[in-house]
């Protein structure tokens, strides 16, 4: 297991300006991470300023791995755009719009093939056409969802993993789908795919379970990647490890050897650096990685 950071650790700038991939590889670097993430999140974003959305994306993705080459830097996990909730009657869609979410999940796939990541973490679909969507109704509508990605996935020699989530909005009305291990568990094994496996991302975990080491233990070999964050029991925070929150990760870091778990441990603290001036980030970033070694040593000594 490798320590690693997402792209995505460095977020907007103060300014309001993005952080371009080739300059967040670069700053991932200088703080010690050659092992990366590619966040793909705003592929599907006009106007984020996102290298898959041009007519020159497959340039684009050339000058990345490119750059990545030169500075020593290998990827390991991507994160193609996430739009949980795609068949919402209330955001009327229109088939452009759910045209443009699909050809740039399918321009990350591409890319994350092409540069070598082994993992491509793509949230569920929680079905809410309905005020009340059964466990099967979910899971048909997540295996609808999936099915053709996996086909890219496996056409451009990567895979799926599918993240855990929890429920985000203010009022808690109603779970994510997946924000309980049995659910990711049914999605996982319903489309039965050697490119298919799960992500857990451990602040999630935390707003869903006081105690989130049995539903970790209960995913066992299906966990491909990890989303490393730390939140309290209510937001989610992507915090560094240690910082305002109460994951208990000197038992999480001897679970991951015990499930001989052989992806990397991936940061993914985006929060922590939100609001963070340019000139600090730097130092910011190298604290991160030493906390990170401190976390790899628990793991070692387990």
Same mark, same amino acid.
């Given at each position: 297991m490798r320590l690693a950071t997402s792209t995505c650790i460095f977020p907007k700038r103060r300014?309001?300006?993005?952080?371009?991939?080739?300059?967040?590889?670069?700053?991932?670097?200088?703080?010690?991470?050659?092992?990366?993430?590619?966040?793909?999140?705003?592929a599907n974003r006009p106007g984020s300023g996102s290298e898959l959305l041009g007519d020159d994306w497959e340039r684009q993705i050339d000058l990345i791995g490119n750059h990545a080459a030169k500075l020593g830097v290998t990827f390991s996990q991507s994160h193609p755009p996430y739009d949980s909730n795609i068949w919402r009657a209330d955001r009327k869609l229109s088939a452009e719009e759910r045209d443009l979410y699909f050809?740039?999940?399918?321009?990350?796939?591409?890319?994350?093939?092409?540069?070598?990541?082994?993992?491509?973490?793509? %949230?569920?679909?929680?079905d809410v056409l309905e005020n009340e969507c059964s466990?099967?109704?979910?899971?048909?509508?997540?295996? +609808?969802?999936?099915?053709?990605?996996? +086909?890219?996935a496996k056409q451009y020699r990567t895979g799926i993993a599918i993240e855990n989530m929890a429920e985000f909005n203010p009022d808690k009305t109603r779970m994510r789908f997946t924000a309980v291990v049995e659910e990711q568990i049914a999605i996982i094994d319903a489309l039965n795919d050697p490119a298919v496996g799960g992500c857990?991302?451990?602040?999630?975990?935390?707003?869903?379970?006081?105690?989130?080491?049995?539903?970790?233990?209960?995913?066992?070999?299906?966990?491909?990647?990890? %989303?490393?964050? +730390?939140?309290?029991?209510?937001?989610?925070?992507?915090?560094?490890?240690?910082?305002?929150?109460?994951i208990p990760w000197e038992r999480i870091m001897p679970l991951l050897k015990e499930m001989d778990y052989q992806g990397d441990f991936t940061y993914e603290i985006h929060g922590f650096f939100a609001g963070i001036p340019d000139a600090l980030r730097p130092s910011a970033g190298r604290f991160a990685y030493e906390v990170g070694q401190y976390l790899m040593g628990l793991y070692h000594k387990a």
């Open positions: 300014d309001g300006s993005y952080t371009t991939l080739i300059d967040s590889i670069s700053m991932c670097r200088a703080c010690g991470f050659d092992v990366i993430d590619l966040n793909f999140c705003n050809e740039s999940v399918r321009r990350s796939l591409y890319a994350s093939g092409k540069l070598g990541v082994k993992w491509c973490v793509i %949230h569920a679909q929680t466990f099967d109704q979910n899971l048909r509508r997540n295996i +609808e969802f999936y099915s053709p990605l996996v +086909e890219w857990w991302d451990f602040g999630h975990a935390r707003m869903v379970y006081r105690d989130q080491v049995p539903a970790l233990r209960k995913l066992g070999h299906r966990l491909k990647a990890t %989303h490393v964050q +730390e939140s309290n029991d209510t937001d989610d925070n992507h915090y560094i490890p240690f910082i305002r929150g109460n």
